[in-house]
């Protein structure tokens, strides 16, 4: 790291610059926390709550169960869920087994979900009853050698109780016919199927727990500018720094509680959230999925301290009829990242309710973050300072020669938080990482510059990326599903903007000949019978050709230019 960086004159008081980082595993966390805390809440959902001393037991019955099933040390667990109880008992349960959590977004379908079973050689999965007729269609379309042989089933209901749930603000209306019913349990192809009541009654003991600080412990999917999503490998260690590094830059203790909202597939709601309340053994309040008014009930029934969310969540809740009646005096810290905040509405927490938020900046290969915004020392629409033991650089993308302060080049970092790098892909592994002033730094593929404090902003879109509400939407992967549909003989995906998401994503189509009928809103209906809905395109344009080079590459960013344009006079109009 290059003596004195400009942002340590910043550095919050009492946070070391660097740290050890423990070798214990990441569930060996949760082990410390229950033998610390036993009777202390761990998790409350819908007003059930469960302690230290049960989560631990229930992972530890729940390991025993998958080792059962045929689980071993470094073998590759799907973990399908949203955020619920279920949820974290399967993570540390996989976990404890010595096997490695791959989470997955709960909004893809068969399609997508196809290529996670394929290539995390995954043989065991975990999933809810409404997501499991999925799993199961995606793992029976595949060749029978490639196929799961166990599938691990829960209801909704068995982790609340419904007579005292229903009616609650702690469950919104629309809710009710999602979590309560009991669905029936699908059929997999040469393999089993197993409700998730019966596996938490295992008398039998769970495996020696063997797994260390470098073994891997999850392997999250992230896409990018071609091609199909890649795992990423995270070690224990790598998780461990920014789940330690973490609980200091935030003042994490064991009397916070925290809103549980960010989706725990995501590496943002799995180390700075999930991972982080563990290890000071504070107490999550977890929403399935967001509604502004459970969240505002939930803040002021449980005196919730700590809120991580996606800047959208803020302005929805903030615009609810009901949001006077609710208390916000309990939160201490609130923050996030994905998109940026709009100003205005940090100038409104900040001068209605004292309250900072603090953005930051990560990726998938990074653990969550490798910059942050310190409460001592914020910036608004800011990145953050480089986090702790992280040394960030803006380089030439080109020439990699490091530029002027306040000069925009693309972002590099170096941390004990980098990914081992992408699971069966060497050559995607080799063109992530880039030799600077002698060491191995991760290109993060983002623009941005620094300004003369040492603080971090971006610029500019260096990679062909959609972000929609805080979900990265990766044109390539839609387009590859687009390509499946049989009146699509081209498409290219760009990004329009809009009111509410900040971007969404729209196609430009060329149809097939024999095809010329089909209609925009065709392709949108298949759309979202094929793919996660933020991924889904909000408009489709047709067009006889796309604009390509001379070499028949598809010259995205004229097309993208034209849509930027076309953004920039609607603007005016409206003005």
């Not at 001393?53 to 169960?65: D, I």
């Not at 998958?66 to 008992?89: C, E, F, K, S, T």
């Not at 996989?94 to 043989?123: F, G, S, T």
């Amino acid at each position: 790291m290059s003596a004195s960086p400009r942002h340590h004159a910043f550095w919050p008081a009492r946070v070391p610059h660097a740290i050890h980082v423990p070798t214990t595993s990441i569930w060996h966390n949760l082990a410390v926390s229950a033998q610390r805390y036993p009777d202390k809440a761990a998790l409350v959902f819908f007003d059930r709550v469960t302690t230290y001393g049960e989560l631990l037991s229930q992972t530890e019955r729940l390991a025993a169960a998958l080792h059962a099933l045929g689980v071993r040390q470094g073998d590759r667990v799907l973990l399908n869920m949203q955020n619920v109880p279920q949820l974290i008992v399967a993570h540390f349960a996989i976990l404890r087994a010595n096997a490695v959590v791959v989470p997955v977004n709960p909004m893809n379908r068969a399609e997508e979900l196809k290529h996670y079973i394929q290539d995390a050689q995954a043989k065991v999965a975990l999933t809810t009853a409404d997501l499991a007729p999925l799993l199961a269609a995606a793992s029976n379309d595949l060749p029978a050698a490639e196929r799961l042989s166990q599938l691990v089933v829960t209801q909704y209901r068995d982790a609340f109780d419904v007579d005292t749930a229903v009616g609650t603000p702690a469950m919104a209306a629309g809710w009710v016919d999602w979590l309560v019913p009991e669905r029936p349990l699908p059929q997999l192809e040469g393999g089993q199927v197993h409700a998730w009541q019966p596996l938490l009654q295992t008398t039998e003991a769970p495996p020696p727990h063997v797994a260390g600080a470098d073994d891997m412990a999850v392997l999250p999917y992230t896409s990018g500018t071609t091609g199909l999503p890649k795992g990423c490998i995270h070690p224990h260690r790598t998780l461990m720094h920014n789940t330690v590094a973490g609980s200091l830059w935030g003042q994490g203790h064991s009397e916070a509680i925290t809103l549980a909202v960010v989706p725990m597939f995501h590496a943002t709601g799995i180390v700075s959230m999930l991972y982080t309340t563990i290890y000071c053994a504070s107490t999550l309040v977890l929403m399935p999925r967001w509604d502004r008014d459970v969240a505002g009930h939930l803040i002021s029934r449980w005196k919730v301290t700590s809120w991580t969310n996606i800047p959208t969540m803020v302005i929805d809740l903030m615009s609810s009829p009901q949001f006077a009646q609710y208390d916000l005096s309990s939160l201490t810290s609130i923050g996030g990242g994905g998109a940026a905040m709009p100003q205005a509405v940090a100038q409104r927490l900040l001068d209605q309710y004292g309250l900072v938020y603090q953005e930051g900046y990560g990726l998938t290969e990074t653990a969550a973050p490798t910059h942050a915004n310190h409460i001592s020392h914020p910036k608004q629409q800011c990145l953050g300072m480089p986090f702790v033991g992280t040394d960030a650089r803006v380089v030439d993308p080109e020439t990699l020669l490091e530029m002027p302060v306040g000069e925009s080049g693309e972002i590099i970092v170096r941390g004990p938080q980098i990914f081992s790098g992408y699971w069966r892909n060497p050559e995607a592994t080799q063109a992530a990482f880039v030799e600077f002033d002698g060491q191995r730094y991760f290109r993060t593929g983002d623009m941005g510059r620094m300004d003369e404090e040492g603080f971090f902003f971006i610029t500019d879109r260096l990679k062909r990326m959609i972000n929609a509400s805080g979900f990265k939407v990766w044109p390539a992967e839609v387009e590859l599903l687009m390509y499946k549909h049989p009146a699509v003989q081209e498409a290219c995906v760009i990004a329009s903007r809009d009111a509410y998401r900040g971007e969404s994503p729209k196609a430009v189509v060329v149809l097939r000949a024999d095809h010329q009928h089909t209609t925009a809103e065709d392709i949108v209906a298949w759309c979202r019978d094929n793919m996660a809905a933020y991924k889904v395109p909000r408009e489709v344009a047709f067009v006889a050709a796309l604009p390509k080079s001379g070499s028949g590459k598809v010259l995205w960013r004229v097309l993208q230019d034209e849509q930027d344009a076309q953004n920039a006079r609607n603007a005016a109009v409206a003005v």
